[in-house]
T-cell receptor, first 112, second 114 residues
């Protein structure tokens, strides 16, 4: 069966520090991959999605970036965190050409 | 542009009773999919139910069912025999066939009273 992992689960970082969040999927190949952010008490905002290695589409211009160095690995990065980057970050995957998304456990990021 | 609206920020239901969560959407597409996701305090997003727009029959998963009104662009979730474990945020989501983007509503917080 397929599983999706995210780490770290919790992260506290100072303003201006770099960020790297990792997401990996097991048990499938060529998944579509997604990064979402959820602010406190709010819905989900799509940040990036990827349909293949090296293929990244950005939905929201900001100081975050994403990379997909391997088929089942999706990384969310920042060179300098802002206070407004605090939130809950969710990674999700879907099979190719299939519309149902499956979510990881999430990472709670606090920028101080 | 497609939008998803959940007009109930919070709902309460007595244990064992039935509750309906509302969702409306706006789209000009004819081929699309609708979902309800549950987010418990752990914040893990769990798929509750899905509905394909081309299907007239309302989807059902155990105690969860939807009322899909395509012409009215309405997609409500009914939870029967509510249980304490149903307490969570519920999100309505929309996507079109052939795209990769979900649009989520702002969520409804469901409280289940013992």
């Amino acid at each position: 069966s397929q599983t999706i992992h995210q780490w770290p689960a919790t992260l506290v970082q100072p303003v201006g520090s770099p960020l790297s969040l990792e997401c990996t999927v097991e048990g499938t190949s060529n998944p579509n991959l997604y990064w979402y952010r959820q602010a406190a008490g709010r819905g989900l905002q799509l940040l990036f999605y990827s349909v293949g290695i090296g293929q990244i589409s950005s939905e929201v211009p900001q100081n975050l970036s994403a990379s997909r160095p391997q088929d089942r690995q999706f990384i969310l990065s920042s060179k300098k965190l802002l206070l407004s980057d605090s939130g809950f970050y969710l990674c999700a995957w879907s099979p190719p050409a299939y519309n149902e998304q499956f979510f990881g456990p999430g990472t709670r990021l606090t920028v101080l | 542009a497609q939008t998803v609206t959940q007009s109930q920020p919070e709902m309460s239901v007595q244990e064992a009773e039935t509750v309906t969560l509302s969702c409306t959407y706006d789209t000009s597409e004819s081929d699309y999919y609708l979902f309800w996701y549950k987010q418990p305090p752990s914040r893990q997003m769990i798929l509750v139910i899905r509905q394909e727009a081309y299907k007239q029959q309302n989807a059902t998963e155990n105690r969860f069912s939807v009322n899909f009104q395509k012409a009215a662009k309405s997609f409500s979730l009914k939870i029967s025999d509510s249980q304490l474990g149903d307490a969570a945020m519920y999100f309505c989501a929309y996507t079109t066939s052939g795209t990769y983007k979900y649009i989520f509503g702002t969520g409804t917080r469901l409280k289940v009273l013992a």
